[in-house]
Every structure is written in C-alpha cells, then in structure tokens.
C-alpha cells in the first residue's frame, strides 16, 4: 500500500509565478490535511479536505492560497504570484475517517524555493 | 486548543532512556495527547497517542498523570537513528486544526 505522495518534491520559482503542489492520499483515505513547515520550526495548520470540500481553511492565508480536493484526482495547493516569504516546505497528510485524534500519515513534502 | 511546551533539545547517548517532557496547561476534556517524530527533509511520523495514564507501542510509552497537564514520552535504549525532532500536541475531538510546536531536537550520541 503506497503512502501519501506528494509531487514535485523540490519546486523552484520566481517572484510572481505560480506553484502548484500536488498531494495524492493514501488508498482509502478520503481526508487531506495541508501543512507548511519554515526552517527550524514546527509546521503550521494550512487547511483541511474532504473529497470536494474544505471544511477548514482557518490556516491559509486569505490571499494567494487556495486548495481543492476533487472527486477524482489529487488534492491541489496552489500559490499564485510567489514571493519569497512563500520558500518553505510543504506536507500533506491524509487519515481515513474524519475524527481527529486519527493518526495523520505524512507524505515527504515538497520544497518550494522562490527566488 | 491547548498550547504544548516541551524543551527544544535534548542530547542523550545510545543505549540510554530518553524522557521528553511536554506541558499542556489549558488540555481540555476531549482532547488527546499526540507525539511524532520527523527526521530531516522528511514528512512527521505517528509515534504514540493517549489520554490518561500509560500507553506503550512498540516504540515507546507515553505517561499522562491524572490531571493530564503534561505528559512525558519514554524512547527506551535509543540508538543514533532516533536522532530527530519530537513533536507533541494536543488534538482535539471538537476540532480538526492541529497544531504542531516547535518540537524537542533529540541528539542522540555514540
């Protein structure tokens, strides 16, 4: 059974350009997490899905950031107009039911750098 | 949700327990302690998980006291692959924010 994927591992981009971070859960699991990690610190709550809706977004910045999870496909983060404070890796989880105290299973992550 | 302290790091030797401590004041009812551990330039990975006395895996126990305002995560006889950073939170059935600290650096020596 595969874990989570996450593609591209490593994305690099300039100031102004778009990121698209994909996320593809483990088999079975219908809920996905997103997190982002800067240097030396601890990752920081993005948004939660469930297939074809986001049930908590309180951790994304209103502006830029936006998800999905589609009915088929991977879950999507996607950046718009980078800019360097947006360098930083980025997770995604995925667990099989909704209760929250389920573990989260973590994929590698991708690291955006935006020069 | 409740906000977790633990020290930043820790330096131990193999062969030996470590102990990491965490500190959760304001834990509520439905909520339960979480450890991961995350090895660089990779993703978190579940450890333990309780919410009242002692839980013990394969990997490691967990000890909650009875007023559940810490917890203290037990890695017995640790070699240098347990070097890594060690996150505990606090995760709540009302909510689906989980919030990760900045974890405890473990250096773990030969």
């Known amino acids: 059974n595969a874990g989570v994927m996450q593609n591209p591992r490593h994305l690099v981009r300039r100031r102004g350009q778009e990121a698209r971070l994909r996320c593809s859960p483990m088999?079975?699991?219908?809920?996905v997490y997103w997190y982002r990690q800067l240097p030396e610190e601890g990752l920081k709550f993005m948004v939660y899905?469930?297939?074809?809706?986001?049930?908590?977004e309180s951790g994304m910045p209103k502006e830029r950031f936006s998800a999905e999870f589609p009915k088929e496909g991977p879950s999507i983060l996607r950046i718009q107009q980078v800019v360097r404070g947006d360098s930083a890796a980025y997770f995604c989880a995925s667990s099989p039911v909704e209760r929250p105290t389920d573990t989260q299973y973590f994929g590698p992550g991708t690291r955006l750098t935006v020069l | 949700l409740a906000k977790t302290t633990q020290p930043i790091s820790m330096d131990s030797y193999e062969g030996q327990e470590v102990n990491i401590t965490c500190s959760h004041n304001n834990i509520a009812t439905n909520d339960y302690i979480t450890w991961y551990q995350q090895f660089p330039s990779q993703g978190p990975r579940f450890i333990i998980q309780?919410?009242?006395t002692k839980v013990t895996n394969e990997v490691a126990s967990l000890f909650i006291p009875a007023d559940r305002k810490s917890s203290t995560l037990s890695l017995p006889r640790v070699s240098l692959s347990d070097t890594a950073v060690y996150y505990c939170l606090v995760v709540s059935t009302g909510g689906f924010k989980t919030i990760f600290g900045a974890g405890t650096r473990l250096f773990v020596k030969a």
């Open positions: 088999k079975g699991h219908s809920h």
């Open positions: 899905l469930q297939k074809e809706n986001i049930i908590d």
């Open positions: 309780g919410y009242k």
